[in-house]
């Protein structure tokens, strides 16, 4: 069924009302050595909100703070009708341990500095950018309810963490009456599709609405390598481009250019771009609440908005999945499988979720 922008869902189990497809703000800036400059980036941000967009997501050392002070200043006239997402725990000064980690201290320099840059009294959405296994989570929990009892945060979230933290978290924060976790951003699609054993299950169980980052797999789902990118000259070459990022981490392998052959082969059948088909795909699974969207061009932009109106059939669907399937591994496997039904149902029939 086709979507648009002002399809507005309910964020995990908050009332925040959210559009399918967020508006990721990491390309507003060019300190990193790509992104778009503020015009363009104006126009990114424009187009998006004109469409009925009303999801942004940023962090506080996205392009060294460019990213928020840009929306900043975008945001001037419309503040109160969008859902600014930001994030915090990276290091914000090199050298200062303290500067950066989910702690008390960096949490409420963190939201300060964000606020500033951000030109704004409150942040709708704060997430924990990047768990660290070393601050005690009732630490981080009690920091982030007292910034919504503040009034500076309005809603609470996490990325990059372990399910049975998150879950531990959730649980904790329920028993003593703390803001509970209402998102959990991952990175998910159809190659990276991990999340499936435990994170995405556990976000449903727990109330958690998933944000997807990454949906095209650094664009290798939009077919713009082939397999001479996997030679050893290609990847020895060590030039900063997205490629040799891709190829590095383990991104470019005979694997994953097979998934993005029949991403190709059903693009083609729906007259779809192999991007609109990675993002709409990420789209059906009923527990992700919106997409991250990346642009750095109006025409990506554009292109990108497209996967609203994408319209697979189940035959499509199953070769996605059949091409990208993963093992859930132990122990999801074993309980799913028929002889476990037998030996804890016998004949009975009983629906389970999986």
Not at 74 to 79: P, V
Not at 314 to 334: T, V, W, Y
Request: charged share 25%; aromatic share 8%.
């Amino acid at each position: 069924m086709s979507l648009t922008l002002d399809t507005y869902r309910l964020l995990g189990r908050s009332g925040l009302r959210v559009s399918p497809l967020a508006l990721g703000a990491a390309t507003f800036g060019t300190e990193w050595g790509w992104g778009a400059e503020q015009d363009e980036a104006r126009k990114l941000f424009d187009l998006y909100v004109e469409r009925g967009g009303n999801f942004i997501d940023t962090a506080n050392t996205y392009t060294n703070g460019s990213s928020e002070r840009l929306l900043g200043e975008f945001t001037r006239d419309n503040r109160e009708s969008l859902v600014l997402a930001t994030k915090y725990s990276t290091l914000r000064r090199p050298g200062d341990p303290n500067s950066g980690g989910p702690h008390r201290k960096s949490l409420f320099a963190s939201v300060e500095a964000s606020l500033r840059q951000l030109n704004t009294d409150y942040i709708d959405l704060l997430y924990l950018h990047v768990w660290d296994f070393t601050t005690p989570v009732e630490e981080i929990l009690r920091g982030m309810d007292d910034l919504v009892r503040q009034g500076k945060v309005l809603y609470v979230a996490i990325s990059n963490a372990p399910a049975w933290q998150v879950s531990r978290m959730q649980a904790i924060a329920d028993l003593r009456g703390w803001s509970p976790l209402v998102a959990l951003q991952i990175e998910y699609n159809l190659i990276e599709r991990t999340g499936e054993r435990d994170l995405i299950p556990m976000a449903r169980e727990m109330g958690l609405g998933v944000v997807p980052y990454s949906p095209l797999a650094g664009g290798v789902l939009t077919g713009k390598y082939s397999r001479d990118d996997l030679t050893a000259t290609n990847a020895a070459v060590d030039d900063g481009t997205r490629k040799n990022f891709n190829i590095v981490n383990g991104g470019l392998t005979e694997r994953n250019l097979d998934i993005a052959d029949v991403v190709k082969e059903v693009a083609t059948e729906l007259g779809r771009t192999t991007a609109q088909v990675g993002l709409a795909w990420t789209l059906q699974n009923p527990d992700v609440t919106a997409s991250l969207i990346g642009a750095r061009t109006l025409a990506q932009l554009e292109d990108n908005l497209g996967a609203l109106e994408a319209d697979f059939t189940a035959s499509q669907l199953a070769r996605l999945d059949e091409a990208s399937a993963i093992g859930l591994g132990f122990p999801h496997d074993m309980l799913a499988s028929d002889r476990m039904g037998a030996v804890t149902h016998g004949d009975l029939k009983v629906e389970t979720r999986r």
